[in-house]
């Protein structure tokens, strides 16, 4: 297991790590500042789909936080990267109206996609929705998703993920998602080189034991789980994935570091 005396750079998963909806976390920025300060160069990665990039740095922000836009890693903008990368793509886009503004550049339609990019979506989903997505997906279009979350948590309590969804959509047309952001070990090592850092000089911290311990994990990182956000002891005591290190807060961290 490792420990935290040879991380030279950390990974902090954003909502239910710094902030819970629209509130801060109880000495979160305070914490980023100390571990900043230190030197330890630090990233922050995200699968949140609702916000484009802009509004995400905003939001963050307005909650007492520093951070520039260069240090966030977000599912989104991986995608982007992604589909810049394919020969002429067309898009259809399940996604916050906000974020669709960062795709604007690609060609879109709904009946002729050869690209699905699904995201966070909220009450939009219904039944003639996933049909013509299905349809799409028989045809030949590839299933892109952002993340592959089963739950979240917000300011009125944990809700469904849009990892069933996606799961649905697989199970119907017999072709398997892409996933772009965590766990995906691509999507860690995007932060990773942009840090300058190995794996195992990097930590991740954050809210959920699956995607961002064992995705961290998984690619060599440590992982930190704290116990705030969507943490229920419960669900983390009945997971096979044990965290190196677990505290109750990322106010605990800096300390931890010897900031």
Excluded at 16 to 30: D, F, P
Excluded at 115 to 124: E, R
Excluded at 191 to 200: I, W
Aim: hydrophobic share 40%; proline share 3%.
């Amino acid at each position: 297991m490792k420990t935290l005396a040879t991380i030279k750079g950390i990974l902090f998963d954003l909502d239910g790590v710094l902030y819970v909806g629209s509130n801060a976390i109880e000495g979160a920025a305070v914490a980023v500042e100390k571990i900043r300060v230190s030197g330890m160069p630090c990233r922050f990665v995200t699968n949140t789909s609702t916000l484009s990039l802009a509004s995400l740095q905003q939001k963050i922000n307005a909650m007492g936080f520093s951070i520039s836009a260069d240090e966030i890693i977000s599912a989104p903008q991986a995608t982007l990267l992604y589909l810049k990368n394919q020969h002429e793509p067309v898009c259809r886009l399940l996604l916050a109206d906000d974020v669709k503004k960062d795709f604007k550049g690609f060609r879109q339609s709904d009946t002729k996609a050869n690209y699905i990019v699904v995201g966070d979506i909220g009450n939009t989903w219904s039944y003639p929705l996933l049909n013509e997505v299905f349809n799409c997906l028989m045809q030949g279009a590839k299933l892109i998703a952002i993340h592959k979350n089963r739950f979240w948590q917000t300011e009125h309590g944990l809700r469904m993920d849009i990892g069933g969804f996606i799961e649905g959509l697989e199970y119907a047309s017999g072709s398997k998602a892409m996933i772009i952001g965590k766990p995906s070990a691509e999507f860690f090592q995007i932060a990773l080189d942009d840090m300058g850092l190995k794996p195992e000089e990097a930590a991740i911290i954050g809210d959920d034991i699956d995607v961002d311990v064992g995705g961290g994990q998984q690619v060599g990182l440590m992982g930190i789980l704290v116990k705030t956000g969507k943490y229920r002891q419960s669900y983390a005591e009945s997971s096979p994935i044990t965290p190196d290190l677990i505290i109750d807060s990322i106010k605990n961290l800096p300390s931890l570091l010897g900031c």
